[in-house]
Nanobody, 125 residues
Framework: QVQLVESGGGSVQSGGSLRLSCSSS????????MAWFRQAPGKEREGVAV????????YYADSVKGRFTISLDDAKNTLSLQMNSLTPEDTAMYYC??????????????????WGQGTQVTVSS
């Protein structure tokens, strides 16, 4: 059974940093896409960053490019998202997601069958 558990959310002032982690079980990264999505109140879920576990290729949404970094630690079965230069627009519930097979770096939420419960990130001005 696949389980994803996020941690690391919290409240920070604008310009600050947070690091989100997603620990997994029942899942092998090597042939998988792992992603971070976020959803703010009243908005659709947005794909923020994606990484291919087998080769490390990455994708970032324009809104976070240059500020966020996605990474995998195979030994620890952990997906991370380092978030720097945070702004109030980054305030959202953040979710990690996974899917087996990674023909392309998808940011379509429906293409990910496995999800964590989410962790809240709040950035104040």
């Amino acid at each position: 059974q696949v389980q994803l558990v996020e941690s690391g959310g919290g409240s920070v002032q604008s310009g600050g940093s947070l690091r989100l982690s997603c620990s997994s079980s029942g899942f092998t990264y090597s042939d998988s896409c792992m992603a971070w999505f976020r959803q703010a109140p009243g908005k659709e879920r947005e794909g923020v960053a994606v990484i291919f576990g087998g080769g490390g290729q990455q994708y970032y949404a324009d809104s976070v490019k240059g500020r966020f970094t996605i990474s995998l630690d195979d030994a620890k079965n952990t997906l991370s998202l380092q978030m720097n230069s945070l702004t109030p627009e980054d305030t959202a519930m953040y979710y990690c997601a996974a899917r087996r097979g990674c023909g392309y770096l998808s940011v379509i939420a429906d293409e990910y069958p496995y999800w964590g419960q989410g962790t809240q990130v709040t950035v104040s001005s």
